[in-house]
């Protein structure tokens, strides 16, 4: 019998790649898409993983039988962080926290997809979500992430609306001051990153980061950000020490992965 993944978002960025990298695996992957899922492309990616027998879509919480044993459970509370109505995101997160709890059994693993800035602000965001799972703390892993980049990228991100403007959909570039722009990591490399954190079967925190430093501004600037647009680095952040580091080097991938979220933004924006 095929290991059973949930996956909370699991139409949204991040969760996206994950549930075709998990299908790809051989896993059997059940969806719970957001509340506020992007309607125009909701549909593309349904058919994308849909013709895969191992995928099932929720469409409301439901509890999981308990002869039906859940080997991991993904939450992704990154692709959505840009969005300008966290109050409703934040409400979403806190649904789906509860019903994870529940759903989860004794050996079930967990892992909690979190944006970078998140390591630093007090760890209160972490510790919300840490309390959920006081229960089974040894089965839970934390993930940072950087500016993420690549098919399927929110249009709150600065490189897809800067694609769109390129395809003269888009006028003005904003860039959120929740862009992290220390690092850049294509959305396959870090992929692969998660998955090698997920099978070394390694609890705790983790921050997932290139080796090759300022690729946010090369990125930008390869996309025709403005000078004025882009902050200035002048120094990395520093992580608490006890924050396991992930490093991958994926320079090479920097302007194929970009080329590639061009053409698949080209091909699949709905008029």
């Known amino acids: 019998m095929n290991d059973s993944v949930i996956i909370y978002g ?20 059940t969806i719970v898409p957001s509340d506020i899922s992007d309607e125009d492309m909701l549909e593309n990616k349904r058919l994308e993983l849909g013709r895969n027998a191992n995928f099932l879509e929720w469409e409301k919480l439901i509890i999981p039988a308990k002869e039906d044993e859940v080997n991991l459970i993904i939450l ?15 409400e979403m997160y806190d649904q789906w926290l509860k019903h994870a709890s529940y759903a989860a059994g004794k050996e079930t693993e967990m892992i909690v997809l979190l944006p970078a800035q998140s390591a630093l602000d007090q760890e209160y965001e972490r510790n919300e979500k840490k309390k959920s799972f006081q229960v089974m703390e040894n089965k ?22 800067a ?17 992290w722009q220390e690092d850049a990591i294509y959305v396959q490399c870090a992929v692969d990153a998660i998955m090698e954190i997920f099978h070394k079967r390694t609890s705790g925190e983790w921050l997932i980061r290139n080796k090759i430093s300022d690729l946010w501004q090369h990125c930008a600037a390869m996309l025709s950000i403005r000078k004025e647009d882009i902050r200035k680095i002048d120094k990395q952040t520093e992580f608490p020490n006890h924050i396991k580091i992930q490093a991958i080097e994926a320079a090479e991938e ?17 008029e």
């Open 10 to 29: 699991g139409f949204e960025f991040m969760g996206f790649h994950l549930s075709k990298r998990l299908l790809e695996e051989g896993f059997n992957v």
């Open 76 to 90: 992704d509370c990154y692709s959505l962080h840009l969005r300008n109505d966290t109050k409703k995101v934040n």
């Open 140 to 161: 839970l892993t934390i993930i940072f992430l950087p500016t993420i980049y690549g098919e399927w990228q929110p249009e709150e991100f600065a490189f897809q609306q």
């Open 163 to 179: 694609c769109l403007e390129k395809l003269e959909k888009k006028k003005d570039i904003r860039i959120s001051d929740r862009e």
């Open 254 to 270: 920097k302007c194929e992965g970009l080329k590639k979220q061009q053409h698949h933004l080209q091909f699949n924006l709905i």
